[in-house]
């Protein structure tokens, strides 16, 4: 009997390491699913990128108008080609650069129609036969009977075309092709049977923007078409707004031809250097597992158990999506065209772009502050690098142009939080004197000077969002305030302290909700709180109406408490916020973003975002529980169409990222995150400084929702909100669930 015991005790072991083994060698990128986010209005693109690199190469299949943001969407099924340059979840159509299509034969020059392949290029393709991970996409091309797989490096995209065999295989570069946006100078040039460079400079969202590059096939082309301006010729040698060329090679059967695209800002050189350094072999799958390790090793500083593998999918899919925004200008030597439009060679490190601050200094810059500092400093110091080339911080910027497309000076708050968190990769002083700069010097979006003179911004002189930007203008100066009191800077701590009180002006008492001014002081009349309105319908309010925005003050939530009288004030007003459902809002058709309701709560639109955690501090924690598990059952879903908005370059991923642990930053740059409810078992951190922490939820279940108590290192939290210090030291954060609220 003992014998026996010992056998079945020793098969056991066997049986749980071989289980371990399997468990180890699953690798986290393989949980993310870059479809996500692909339908609906999430404008995510599901091509092949390493974490915030310069090239993006996916495919594209519409190039205007809100469905195609991206320049991808689930519900088309015809593929144009695969460009460089993509946007990952904004509401704006631009990019898209550096087109290439595989085909076969002697085709139209033109894309065509995205329902009709025979009117172009373009290819028919079905859902069934895509795969993407991180770092690769694949897809078979229906029309020409080609497999497409494309993976990258931070600057070059490297494509794998697997043929039929024929005589006249080809691969097409297209530089009239952008998403949104239209080529204004264009060239491609053959340097060889088996390389060509090129440019392509455009005007849409971003007003301008350029890329040299170099491509490199891994088979010589034997002959060239050329398409200039509506003219076919043979020429080697093209230039203008139309530039494509047609290359033509014979493969055999399942012959497959390689083609390595380098992008550059600096020059054709620079984007010849890039590719030698980053891909200088022909070995495809090897990029892929360079590529797909570098993930990996992103995505392993944060490890979950979840409750189920669909939740985590959605973890790691938001994780990834968190990194996939700014993005890399500099080449591998240094160089890149600056804000200036001049040659510059960095000499702080690599330089970034495309900055979504309206949406992602409330959670995305203050997770990559959390877990990833080195990255949130190169971002910091490129905003910095922006100020000393042209004076200005970026506030929505794309390709190194600034759109103005949206409100607020939120680069203020990203460095402020970098600064107060102990950053010092940059002068403080320079730092602040930017900061200052952003709140005093007029620019599109602020005219301070009126904004002084009333204490707020009235609309029949600001003229448009004139509520909106007085909220966010006073955020941004609290930030302000809080990086002169650290610098001992007393007269302009007090100045912009003074000024961070002036979202009280345009708070109406006698509706409880907050409401445009003239400059007279008189209430807007007639006054729809319901009504929806953004910049190009000339309202009050940004993506947003006077309920949503109502609650926009980050930084003094016990000030905003106190002019609704009472906590149970505050609560009652909160509770009707979520609890009146409207069916369709006035306004909506104009304003898309708004999406994601419970009843007047948009979770699809970032003004939203920290409104549930305003119950925490108003002493209701059950309700926070209450409405982040509604959130969660029914906007991060792990299909195509799981998102229930835009994705904005991070923001609504690190919403659940953070969500999921338990905490967010109401107030990003406090230091302070205010406590939730976990939604996942367990999740450790492993912290930049060396540290672990973690996250415990115990008897956490679809009904076991409320917390009943939290410890932190086995003392309990009685307040609504845990310190980054705290975080950082590591050790055991722990919350007691259950399903009565507390």
Known sequence: MQENMKIKTWLLFLLLTWVNSILMAQKLSDYVDPFIGTAFTGHTYPGATTPFGMVQVSPDNGTDGWKFCSGYHTDSKSIIGFSHTHLSGTGAAEM?????????????????????????????FSNESEKASPGYYRVKLDDYNILAEVTATPRVGCHRYTYPASTKAGILIDLEHGIGDKTTESYIRVVDAQTVVGKRRSSGFTNDH?????????????????????????????????????????????????????????????AIKNLDAE????????????????????????????????????????????????????????????????????ETGEMYTNFSLWDTYRALHPFLALIYPEINSKLVKSMLE???????????????????????????????????????????????????????????????????RYGYFPFDVSSVESVSRTLE???????????????????????????????????????????????????????????????????????GNAWQWTWHVQHDVEGLIDMFGSKEQFVTKLNTLFETNIDDLPGHEAVPDVTGLIGLYAHGNEPSHHIAYLYSIAGRPDRTAEIIREIFDRF?????????????????????????????????????????????PEIILSLPNGNRFTIKANRLSEKNKYVKAIHLNGKPIESYSIKYEEIMKGGLLEFQMTNKPR
């Not at 919403?655 to 996942?680: E, L, R």
Request: aromatic share 14%; glycine share 8%.
């Open 96 to 124: 898209g650069d550096i087109l290439i299509m595989p085909v076969i034969g002697d085709v139209p020059f033109q894309a065509g129609e995205e329902t009709d392949t025979s009117t172009g290029y373009r290819s028919s």
């Open 210 to 270: 350029h890329y040299y590059f170099c491509a490199r096939f891994s088979k010589p082309f034997t002959r060239v078409h050329s398409y200039e301006d509506g003219e076919i010729s043979n020429s080697q040698y093209v230039s203008g707004k139309l530039t494509k060329l047609l290359f033509q090679f014979a493969t055999g059967d399942q012959e497959s031809v390689l083609v390595k695209v380098a992008l550059s800002t600096a020059s054709e050189k620079g």
């Open 279 to 346: 891909v200088p072999g022909w070995d495809f799958d090897q990029v892929h597992a360079q590529t797909e390790e570098v993930w990996n090793n992103y995505l392993s500083r944060i490890e979950i158990k979840a409750m189920d593998e669909g939740q985590k999918r959605s973890y790691y899919t938001s994780l990834y999506h968190a990194l996939l925004m700014p993005n890399l200008v500099t080449d591998v030597d240094g160089f890149y065209t600056g804000w200036d439009q001049k040659l510059h060679k960095s």
């Open 386 to 452: 922006r100020h000393r080339q042209v004076g200005l911080l970026p506030t929505n910027e794309y390709g190194m142009r600034e759109t103005w497309c949206m409100i607020g000076n939120h680069a203020v708050p990203v460095i402020v939080d970098a600064f107060l968190k102990g950053d010092t990769s940059f002068d403080p002083g320079f730092a602040y004197e930017a900061i200052r700069h952003a709140q005093t010097f007029d620019h599109n979006k602020a005219d301070w000077s009126n904004y002084d």
């Open 473 to 543: 203008s006073s955020y941004d100066d609290y930030c302000v305030a809080q990086m002169a009191k650290a610098l001992n800077r007393e007269e302009e701590y007090r100045f912009f302290s003074k000024r961070s009180t002036y979202y009280k002006n345009v708070y109406d008492k006698s509706l409880m909700l907050v409401r445009g001014r003239d400059s007279q002081g008189n209430w807007r009349s007639p006054f729809n709180p319901f009504s929806l309105t953004s910049e190009s319908e000339g309202g009050d309010f940004t993506e």
């Open 636 to 680: 991060y879903l792990p299909d195509r169409d799981g998102l229930v908005g835009n994705d904005d370059c991070g923001q609504m991923s690190a919403w659940y990222i953070f969500s999921a642990m338990g905490f967010y930053p109401v107030d990003p740059i406090s230091g302070k995150y205010v406590i939730g409810a976990p939604q996942v």
